[in-house]
T-cell receptor, first 113, second 110 residues
């Protein structure tokens, strides 16, 4: 199926650990994003990459580092996890000429204990 | 980006039209209205967007008032699968910094 897929779906870890979330899209899009949905369900952009280049970097702690090995993949690595990092993280993709039509993955629920 | 106001929740009978309102009284001339929805445990799904003209696609219709201060998303024949949170977002064209607010929880009842 054509889609944006992210793994894992659930991630439970302890404070201080380092974890990664992987994202892949087979839609042929050239722009990929990471969004964070907090406990109040507000969804905000964290990063945007176009053809492996960082385009948007919102006010996100340095502990969050996106990595794009190619334009079909955008992984999110988080160092020294904190309780406040608990949220649902969504990967998304779009064509650069249609950035309003984002295609989202189904999210990774991160719980930091 | 302009702020939007939506009702917290709405109900609709299956097979009926669902009309979801959105107020965006501070919208500026270069800002578009976007609608997304999020079905439980899934990522948001793009529905439609428009500037000032009414728009229609296979999913829905978007009616924007002449002064552009409000809009309505219309699902012509709601089904149970349309139960979701619907987000109205105002942003500049080409802007990828879409910020999703609280949205409207639409429940379609059998």
């Amino acid at each position: 199926d054509t889609a944006v897929s992210q793994t894992p779906k659930y991630l439970v870890t302890q404070m201080g650990n380092d974890k990664s979330i992987k994202c892949e899209q087979n839609l042929g899009h050239d722009t990929m994003y990471w969004y964070k949905q907090d406990s109040k369900k507000f969804l905000k952009i964290m990063f945007s990459y176009n053809n492996k280049e960082l385009i948007i970097n919102e006010t996100v702690p340095n502990r969050f580092s996106p990595k794009s090995p190619d334009k079909a993949h955008l992984n999110l690595h988080i160092n020294s996890l904190e309780l406040g990092d608990s949220a649902v993280y969504f990967c998304a993709s779009s064509q650069v000429y249609a950035v309003w039509a984002l295609h989202f993955g189904n999210g990774t629920r991160l719980t930091v204990t | 980006d302009a702020k939007t106001t939506q009702p917290t929740s709405m109900d609709c009978a299956e097979g009926r039209a669902a009309n979801l309102p959105c107020n965006h009284s501070t919208i500026s001339g270069n800002e578009y209205v976007y609608w997304y929805r999020q079905i439980h445990s899934q990522g948001p799904q793009y529905i439609i967007h428009g500037l000032k003209n009414n728009e229609t696609n296979e999913m829905a219709s978007l009616i924007i008032t002449e002064d552009r201060k409000s809009s309505t998303l219309i699902l012509p024949h709601a089904t149970l699968r349309d139960t979701a949170v619907y987000y109205c977002i105002v942003s500049v064209r080409g802007g990828s910094r879409l910020t999703f607010g609280e949205g409207t929880q639409l429940t379609v009842n059998p």
